[in-house]
Nanobody, 125 residues
Framework: QVRLVESGGGLVQPGGSLRLSCAAS????????MGWFRQAPEKEREFVAS????????YYAESVKGRFTVSADDAGNTVYLQMSSLEPEDTAVYYC??????????????????WGQGTQVTVQS
């Protein structure tokens, strides 16, 4: 069983920055993808960013391109989401997710087997 624990959320003003972390533990496939999703109140969960650990390939939602950066440590046990130029529309609970690399797009929630509990990000003046 893989356990994912997010941290780093909080309250930030528009234009500010936050870095989320996701600590993964347990037995994981070496060829894995780690993703970030978010869910705002009364909205569906949506893809934010993901990284294929063994290749370093990254993927971003159009709404966060140029503002967010996803990365992972060398061991692939911690994934980060650096968020800059935050906007009120970025307010949501952010979830970390893990899955093996497969034919399913890393932008799809179906590609992920395990999910964290989420961390709240609130962007307001």
């Amino acid at each position: 069983q893989v356990r994912l624990v997010e941290s780093g959320g909080g309250l930030v003003q528009p234009g500010g920055s936050l870095r989320l972390s996701c600590a993964a533990s347990g037995r994981m496939f070496r060829s894995r993808v780690m993703g970030w999703f978010r869910q705002a109140p009364e909205k569906e969960r949506e893809f934010v960013a993901s990284i294929r650990w063994n290749s370093g390939d990254t993927y971003y939602a159009e709404s966060v391109k140029g503002r967010f950066t996803v990365s992972a440590d060398d061991a692939g046990n911690t994934v980060y989401l650096q968020m800059s130029s935050l906007e009120p529309e970025d307010t949501a609970v952010y979830y970390c997710a893990y899955g093996p690399i497969s034919t399913i797009s890393p932008l799809s929630a179906r590609a992920y087997f395990n999910w964290g509990q989420g961390t709240q990000v609130t962007v307001q003046s």
